[in-house]
């Protein structure tokens, strides 16, 4: 029988070229990477989406330039601001910075239009700032555009009764609502009923006389009532007042509040209207009652007044 060689393997070294190089094991598979990579770009998506819903939906502050916004885009409640609310109002903003964003809709790429925060816009601007921070809105309709902006002032800064009155008017000439008692109970849909009444008073006094009232934010509540309910039992109490305001044209807040407490007192007396006797006092004089009125009635006037009044009841 033929012997089998043996094989044996060679015992020189082997060379370096040929060696066998090692690799650090791998911790993670390729799978991994890229599912994580899915995993943050699938993150980063939702979160631009939420951004581009809470931008679409208003709920981002933005920085708008001051005079890209328009002031009149809605007509404004708020008819008059107070010089001394203002300046209280400018030095909180220029000590604290502007607290609370402003309301705006955007009207094209370029442009706002104010839905709320008149003062703060306005106090920005008296500062000499060239942008404010703002809520960019996208209201669905005029109607929700204007709620948005009373809701506002009536939470911020209260307005007159009158203010309140004039803005339900205007939205029913600019044909937003229908009528002025349907535009009080929207405008003013989360007020107390007794005070949507109210307005709906001051509703009367302007539609019948705001045309001719150079003061009517100055007209307090009750004197306000009073005109309306004289205005409806009496309707030529009107013509009585515009004759009266046209003759002489009050200069100040109190000299036509004191025409209109004249001519309540004639309706209420059923008397004529005033007289003028003398620059500044009108009356109104029968037997038994007398009513001096005007701005000449001051406390030199009535303690000269009383003097002849004691002197002539002794005589």
């Not at 609310?85 to 502007?98: N, T």
């Amino acid at each position: 029988m033929a012997k089998r060689k043996r094989l044996e393997m060679p015992t020189e070294p082997v060379p370096a070229d040929l060696e066998t190089k090692s690799f650090p094991p791998r911790t993670r598979m390729p799978i991994a990477d890229v599912a994580g990579t899915t995993a943050n770009q699938a993150a980063l998506e939702t979160v631009a989406r939420e951004m581009t819903k809470a931008e679409e939906e208003g709920r981002i502050i933005k920085e708008v330039s001051v005079h890209a916004i328009h002031v009149h885009h809605l007509a404004r409640d708020r008819m008059v601001i107070d010089e001394d609310e203002m300046e209280a109002l400018m030095a909180s903003i220029a000590e604290r910075g502007q607290q609370t964003p402003i309301e705006v809709v955007r009207v094209d790429q370029a442009n706002f239009g104010l839905i709320s925060g008149l003062r703060r816009l306005e106090a920005v601007k008296r500062l000499g700032q060239k942008t404010v921070l703002a809520f960019i809105r996208t209201p669905e309709s005029s109607e929700d555009a204007y709620r948005a902006m009373i809701e506002e002032n009536e939470i911020r800064a209260d307005l007159s009764f009158y203010e309140r009155a004039n803005i339900a008017v205007t939205t029913v000439e600019q044909k937003v609502y229908e009528d002025a008692k349907k535009a009080v109970k929207a405008l003013f849909a989360h007020a107390p009923k007794a005070k949507r009444s109210k307005i709906g008073k001051f509703v009367i006094v302007r539609e019948q006389l705001g045309s001719v009232l150079s003061f009517p934010t100055a007209i307090p509540e009750k004197l306000g009532l009073s005109l309306a309910q004289a205005l409806i039992k009496t309707p030529d109490i009107a013509g009585t007042i515009r004759e009266a305001l046209a003759a002489k044209p009050p200069k100040t807040a109190a000299e036509e509040r004191a025409i209109l407490e004249t001519a309540l007192r004639g309706d209420r007396a059923g008397e004529a209207k005033p007289e003028t006797l003398a620059p500044g006092v009108d009356w109104v004089a029968k037997p038994g009652r007398v009513v001096l009125n005007g701005p000449a009635l001051d406390t030199a006037f009535l303690s000269d007044l009383q003097a002849w009044i004691t002197t002539r009841a002794k005589g």
